[in-house]
C-alpha cells in the first residue's frame, strides 16, 4: 500500500527534537542564538516537542542560566515608548486605514506581540549541563567523561517523549573550530539518535586558510557526513539575500541585462562604525582580521548569488552548484587590486595598535577592499569591488549594481544625467531600489536623478511590525527553520568553502609577510585614501541620490560625482569646477 509522504514541516512538528547548543553561554548565543529561538517558539515554528539544552563552562544550574537568557530575551519585547510618535500613522494613510481601524491588509498577517509569559513558556523548554573540562587544540586529549550528563539530558528528552515518531538531535558549535573535531568525536559516540536525524551546525571562521580548512573538512567527516553538517553564513538568511534569487530569476527584465555587456562593476560593502575593541573581541579578531572574519564567508557568498547562473531548480544541491561554478572562476587578488590597512585614533576612539591585546607588529587588517575578476562568459572584465572595514564613519552593508552608461545617451552632455544603478541594502535597514535618471516636472526639459523604491510593501510591515513592538526577522530564525526542515541550501558546503579559501588564502599569505603595505586611516572615516583612488581606477562613478542617505559631511567632494540638478535638491552650491562644497547638511536636507 503506498502512502503520501508527509510534507516536512507538518513531518517535525510529529517528532521530538533536541536543540543542544554547545557553548551556551558566549555572545553569540546569548545575544544571537537564544533570541531567535524564542522567537521561533513564540511563533509556533519549531516543533511541540522541543528542547533547548546548553552546555558550557560557566558554572550556571537551570535557573540561573534561565535567568542569564531572561535579560537578553526581554530585549526582543520592544514597544513604542509613551509619547512617541508611532509609524503606524504614516502606514495607515499609505494603506488608506482609518484611524480606528485594523491594520492589516489582504497581504499582511496580523502578527502576535511577544509577552512575558511568552519568555517563560521558552525557558520552560531550556535547561543547561555545566562542563568541567577544558578542550585544547587539535594535538589533545578527549576526556572519558565529558559529555555524560549532556548525553543523559539527551537520553531523559528521548524517554520522555516516546510517543513520537522520530527522536532529532541538533548539535549547534558556537565554540572555536579548534575544538571541532574532538567534541565531534564526543558527540558520536554518545549523543548520536538511533531514530532521527543528526545534524552538526558550525559557526565561521571554518580554518584560517586552505590547509587548515582542509584538515578541519578531513576530521569532521570521518564523523559527521558532509549532507549532515550546516556551515552557517548568517548573510544567507538575510531577506534581501534571500529575494536576490527570486528577484533575478522571477523577472524578464533582469535576465537579459545581468551580463558583462551591460553592468559596469558590482560592489559589495560591509562597513561598521565601531572598532574591534567596542566589541570585546579583540584578541579573535586580531588572529582573524577583516578578511577572514567578513570577506573570505559574507561578501564571497554574496558575490556567488550575484553572479551565479539560473540554476536547473531550487533544490539546495542545484543551487549550491552554481554559487560554487562562480567561486571557481574568481581570479587570484593581484597585490594591485587590493588595499588593507588598520584605524588610527580618531574622534575619541584609541588607534587599533594602542589596544593592550593587539601586537605593535600586528598585520590583521581592519580594512580591505579587493577588486576580484570572475573568469566567465557572462562577467568576465567586470570588476567586482569587495569592501569591508571598522571603525568607518557610518553602519552600512549593501550590493550596488552599476550598469553601463546608455550608447549614444542623447543626455550625456547633461549635468543631471547619472548611472542606473540596483542597490540592495541589508544594512542599516534592508531596502530594494533602482537609480535611474528621469525628467524634473515642469516646463523645462530637465533631468534629476531619481529612485524607483521596489520594497515598498515590504517596508510597510516592516513599519508595522516596528509599531506593534514585535523584532523584525532576523537572520538566524530563517537559517534555523531551514536546519529543522533539512534544506541546506542557505548553508555552506565544503567544496564552496574550499574554493573561497583558495580566492582569499594566497592574499592572506601576502599581508601576514608584509609583501602588500599595510595604510591606515583614522578612526570614524570613510576609510583609507588609497582604496578611494583604487575604486576610482575601476571605472567605478560615484553617484548619490537621495535614497542613497549618505553622510555627506564626511564626503570629499572633489571625488565624487554629484549632478547639479541634485545639488540643487539638497541645498548644496556647486564650485566652478563642477564640484559641491559641503556645509554639513542636516538629515532632513
Known amino acids: 500500500k503506498l502512502v503520501m509522504p508527509l510534507p516536512v514541516e507538518v513531518r ?12 551556551a553561554t558566549g555572545d553569540l548565543s546569548t545575544k544571537k542564538l537564544f533570541p531567535c529561538l524564542f522567537q521561533l517558539h513564540y511563533q509556533g515554528f519549531l516543533p511541540p516537542r522541543t528542547t533547548v539544552i546548553g552546555y558550557g563552562r560557566t558554572a550556571y544550574d537551570d535557573t540561573s542560566f534561565r535567568t542569564l537568557l531572561r535579560t537578553f530575551l526581554t530585549k526582543a519585547i520592544r514597544s513604542v515608548s509613551p509619547g512617541q510618535s508611532s509609524p503606524c500613522t504614516a502606514i495607515r494613510r499609505s494603506l488608506d486605514i482609518p484611524a480606528g481601524g485594523e491594520l492589516v491588509d ?13 519568555i517563560d513558556r521558552f525557558l520552560s ?10 578542550y585544547g587544540g587539535l594535538g589533545s586529549e578527549i576526556p572519558r567523561d565529558a559529555l555524560e550528563l549532556f548525553a543523559a539530558k539527551l537520553d531523559q528528552h528521548k524517554d520522555t517523549h516516546q510517543s513520537a515518531n522520530a527522536h532529532n538531535r541538533v548539535f549547534y558549535l558556537a565554540l572555536p573550530y579548534e575544538v571541532w573535531p574532538h567534541i565531534c568525536a564526543l558527540l558520536k559516540q554518545k549523543c548520536m539518535s538511533d531514530s532521527g536525524f543528526n545534524r552538526l551546525v558550525l559557526e565561521k571562521p571554518f580554518g584560517r586558510d586552505t590547509a587548515s580548512a582542509l584538515e578541519l573538512n578531513a576530521r569532521l567527516s570521518s564523523v559527521f557526513s558532509e549532507e549532515h553538517i550546516y556551515r552557517m553564513d548568517r548573510y544567507l538568511g538575510k531577506e534581501i539575500v534571500e529575494n536576490l534569487l527570486v528577484m533575478r530569476f522571477a523577472n524578464r527584465f533582469f535576465s537579459p541585462i545581468w551580463n558583462r555587456d551591460n553592468i559596469k562593476n558590482v560592489q559589495i560593502i560591509f562597513k561598521e562604525p565601531y572598532g574591534a ?9 586580531d588572529s582573524q582580521g577583516i578578511m577572514r572574519d567578513v570577506m573570505q564567508n559574507h561578501l564571497l557568498q554574496i558575490l556567488a548569488l550575484v553572479a551565479m547562473d539560473k540554476p536547473a531548480s531550487l533544490s539546495h544541491e542545484d543551487i549550491r552548484d552554481e554559487k560554487l561554478k562562480v567561486l571557481r572562476c574568481v581570479q587570484n587578488i ?38 576580484l575578476y570572475v573568469r566567465n562568459e557572462r562577467w ?8 569591508a572595514g571598522k571603525g568607518l564613519n557610518e553602519r552600512r552593508s549593501e550590493v550596488r549594481i552599476q550598469l553601463r552608461d546608455v550608447p549614444g545617451d542623447l ?22 531600489y533602482l537609480k535611474m535618471t528621469i525628467k524634473k516636472p515642469g516646463l523645462g526639459m530637465n533631468i534629476v536623478p531619481s529612485e524607483m523604491q521596489l520594497s515598498e510593501q515590504w517596508k ?8 506593534k513592538g514585535i523584532a523584525p526577522r532576523r537572520a538566524y530564525e530563517r537559517l534555523i527553520l531551514d536546519l529543522i526542515h533539512g534544506f541546506r541550501g542557505h548553508f555552506v558546503r565544503d567544496d564552496e568553502l574550499m574554493a573561497a579559501w583558495r580566492v582569499i588564502t594566497p592574499a592572506l599569505e601576502r599581508i601576514d609577510s608584509g609583501k602588500i603595505p599595510m595604510h591606515t586611516y583614522r578612526y570614524g572615516s570613510r576609510g583609507p585614501n588609497e582604496a578611494e583612488a583604487l575604486r576610482r581606477s575601476t571605472g567605478h562613478t560615484a553617484s548619490i541620490v537621495a535614497k542613497d542617505d549618505v553622510p555627506l559631511d564626511s564626503m570629499p567632494s572633489s571625488e565624487f560625482y554629484f549632478p547639479s540638478a541634485f545639488a540643487r535638491k539638497m541645498n548644496l552650491d556647486p564650485s566652478s569646477d563642477g564640484s559641491i562644497c559641503l556645509e554639513s547638511p542636516t538629515k532632513s536636507q
Open 460 to 467: 510597510l510591515v516592516q513599519g508595522y511590525k516596528s509599531a
Open 125 to 134: 523548554i531550556v535547561s543547561y549541563v555545566h562542563s568541567t573540562h577544558n
Open 380 to 387: 568576465d572584465g567586470v570588476p567586482f569591488i569587495l569592501k
Open 12 to 23: 517535525v512538528k510529529q517528532e521530538s527534537l533536541a536543540l543542544a547548543v554547545l557553548g
Open 334 to 371: 593581484k597585490d594591485e587590486d587590493m588595499v588593507v590597512a588598520q584605524y588610527t585614533a580618531g574622534n575619541g576612539h584609541r588607534g587599533y595598535k594602542e589596544h593592550p591585546s593587539v601586537a605593535d607588529d600586528s598585520t590583521a587588517p581592519t580594512f580591505c577592499m579587493a577588486v
Open 277 to 285: 575593541e567596542d566589541q570585546n573581541r579583540t584578541a579573535y579578531f
Open 106 to 118: 489582504a497581504n499582511m498577517v496580523e502578527p502576535r506581540e511577544p509577552t512575558p509569559m511568552d
Open 411 to 432: 543626455f550625456s552632455e547633461e549635468q543631471g544625467q547619472g548611472p542606473n544603478e540596483f542597490v540592495l541594502r541589508m544594512q542599516p535597514e534592508e531596502e530594494l
